[in-house]
């Protein structure tokens, strides 16, 4: 089994950043892909980025392109998306998520608002 736990999200103003973490625990070995998405409200859940575990190939929306970096440390099975230039559409709830070998892991989700 693989766990995730985010942290990291708050409230902050249009223009501000905010860093979310990720921390994997269990069978890590399992896990492809890790990757961030969101949901807003009424809204389907979007990828927002997602990184590979073997060789670090990195993929992001459109949306986030140039605003938002997702990175990774091994050594603390923990991924990261450092989110700048934040806008009141990146309002959501952002979720880890684990692509696994067979299957996939969710985080328990942590809310991101942007005032203006």
């Known amino acids: 089994q693989v766990q995730l736990v985010e942290s990291g999200g708050g409230l902050v103003q249009a223009g501000g950043s905010l860093r979310l973490s990720c921390v994997a625990s269990g069978s890590i070995f399992r896990i492809n892909t890790m990757g961030w998405y969101r949901q807003a409200p009424g809204k389907q859940r979007e990828l927002v980025a997602s990184?590979?575990?073997?060789?670090?190939?990195?993929n992001y929306a459109d949306s986030v392109q140039g605003r938002f970096t997702i990175s990774r440390d091994n050594a603390k099975n923990t991924v990261y998306l450092q989110m700048t230039s934040l806008k009141p559409e990146d309002t959501a709830v952002y979720y880890c998520?684990?692509?696994?070998?067979?299957?996939?892991?969710w985080g328990q989700g942590t809310q991101v608002t942007v005032f203006s």
């Open positions: 998520n684990a692509e696994l070998v067979v299957g996939r892991v």
């Open positions: 990184i590979t575990t073997r060789d670090g190939s990195i």
